[in-house]
């Protein structure tokens, strides 16, 4: 088991003592997924100067604000994460990855990103998620549940965390770990969230995987987005991990109820069968990958999150009424400029 407290004394770089000035450069790797992009955004409303890494090929999907600066990169290549991050304060690790593909890229490009912020004499900001807990011991679940993963890719995924507190310990870059459960919210069109708020727009059922019944986080992407800015701009909560579990927990079926209601459907659920999903992992990849984690839809997954509470009692979450409306808006609009690129061609 990792555990990780303050952070060792010593660890210090020139440049980094004190809190992030308003002027120093904020370079966030994987802006083109969810995650990074929302970074982005609340870095760009706060007016702090940002740098979106995005492969070039992604680049075009996004409108930026003028206030982001663009840079074409791929951090599974080392020389140009170095290139991506030079002149960086603080570096944010949100690199989207489908999971048939983390064994091959996951750590080769977590290690390019820590060499990147070496170089940079930058900070680390690496959002990590509950895949490294395995099955919840007990929930609520505080920073010190031991580290039991209970696939490859939860294994990858502590083998991940370790090498990013051996480059803290070793003073190479001083890394913290804001740790959420998977989000939902703009951009976020994975299998566990995309076809709830889909099937709202369009009237169809939601599908859900495991026990609709069962207490789980639902976080909105925006507040797990502001919670790694805030740690990241506060030195004191380096070398720890820190749990941001959102507006409070609730079941699937009551989550999908709220979807529908603020969509004017009326609410249908329709439940997954194992052996349904274990059909189409046949023929899916992604599908098949995702069954590693089919505890987290079977039993209670809570985070306990009074600790960032207490060091943050300022920072509020997104009500789920709010963050709900707001992630519709957001499929709509995908939904009408979908339309109109049909319409065009």
Known sequence: MVTVGVAPAGVTHAGREGVVMADQLHVVFGAHGPLGAAIVRHLARQG?????VVRRT???????????EVFHGDALYRRSA???ADGAAVVYRCIPVRYSLWADVWQTATDNIIAAATQARARLVSPGNVYVYGDYSEAPADERHPLAPAG?????????????WRAHREGRTEVV???APDPFGPCVTNRVFGPIFEGAQH????????DPDVLRDLLFIDDIAAAAVLLGQTPDAYGQVWHVPGAGPMTPREFIEKVYRAAGREPKLHQLSPAAVRLKG??????????EFRYLFERPS??????????????????HEQAIERTLDWFAARKAEEAMERATC
């Open 203 to 210: 009237g169809r059922s939601a599908p859900w995987f495991g």
């Open 152 to 164: 490859e890719k939860g294994s990858l995924r502590v083998a991940t965390q370790e090498a990013l």
């Open 302 to 319: 809570v985070l306990d999150g009074s600790k960032f509470a207490a060091r943050f009692p300022d920072f509020e979450y997104t009500p």
């Open 82 to 84: 170095i290139e991506a």
């Open 48 to 52: 702090l100067p940002v740098r979106a």
């Open 282 to 291: 046949m023929v899916d990849a992604e599908t098949r990958e995702f069954l």
């Open 58 to 68: 992604a680049a075009a999907r996004f409108t930026w604000s003028p206030r982001v």
């Open 177 to 179: 770990i804001p740790r």
